[in-house]
């Protein structure tokens, strides 16, 4: 009996004891469970930790980064910087000029335009009667042909010379001893104008010894005819719309009344010492675009013989 119960209660023990280090095994293994739990999270915090760092560290060295490239360029060759100033000057001053081109061409309403590229005229009066007197130049384009050339034409009149274009547009040198004095039978008023820079310059005419730079500045005059007044008919000017245009001096420029005779030659010639005159006239009194511009750089070349 005894023997039975001593079985019975180390059994009892050997299954306590061992529920027991069942229980503290279990527990050691939940400690540590907890234990790598706690250390996984600590790691996480880490890396998350690094990942914030990273990213505030990024911000920062790109600043570095551009503060470098700013240095750098800053630092740029001093000649370098020299030749694109001077390459900025240049363009600064290449647009100043086409601006001040511009301004001076709205400023001024003359007819502009390149000079006359043809054949140079030069008169014959001095070289056909081999004596010392003006000689005179002019260039006409092509498309002009010479139409009239007379020397010694008549009593009064010592040299005549005419260009004209296929239309019948013409330009006329006249070289007068006097004026042709012809009876006028109208009135004419026009209002006169510059049309261009004349390359004609007075000065003492070859062959005298009279001065003639009182005369002025010469231009290339548009005279452009209003009135018209039939002398013994009419009391008054009737309007008309017609244009010529002449080498005159300067003080020709503004309102005008003259006698309509030889052909406007008389009122729109010049003392040098004896009358001259060169004239561009139209069949109709009108010019196209393209004539106008040539009549005016063909009047415009007339000067002094080189």
Known sequence: MKKEIIII????????????????????????????????NEAIK??????????????????????AVGKQEE??????????????????????????????ESETP???????????????????????????????????????ENVDAGNVIEENVVISNPRGVT?????CQTNLGVNAKSMLKAEISKAADSSFVAGY????????????TFVVAKVQLVGEMILGLDSDYMSIDKAFYAVVPESYIGEREFQGQAGNVDEFSFEYPNPHAFIAESPDGTFTAE????????????????
């Open 110 to 148: 003359q007819v502009q335009s390149e000079s006359v590229t043809g054949t140079t005229y030069t008169t014959k009066y001095a070289q056909t009667n081999a004596v010392t007197a003006p000689v005179f130049q002019f260039e006409y384009p092509e498309g002009w042909n010479v139409q009239t």
């Open 46 to 67: 880490e890396n998350e930790k690094d990942s914030i760092a990273e990213e505030q560290s990024e911000p920062e060295e790109m600043e570095e980064k551009e503060e």
């Open 205 to 216: 005419p070859a062959g005298t010894d009279k001065d003639c730079s009182g005369l002025g």
């Open 171 to 175: 330009v006329t040198y006249w070289d």
């Open 291 to 306: 004539e106008e511009q040539q009549v005016i750089q063909i009047l415009k070349s007339f000067k002094i013989a080189q």
């Open 75 to 104: 630092e740029t060759n001093p000649e370098e910087e020299t030749a694109n100033e001077e390459t900025i000057q240049e363009s600064e001053a290449v647009k100043n000029e086409e601006n001040q081109g511009i301004a001076e």
């Open 9 to 40: 209660v180390t059994i009892v023990l050997v299954t306590a004891l061992g529920i027991t280090g069942f229980c503290v095994y279990k527990e050691k293994m939940k400690q540590k469970e907890l234990n790598q739990s706690a250390k996984v």
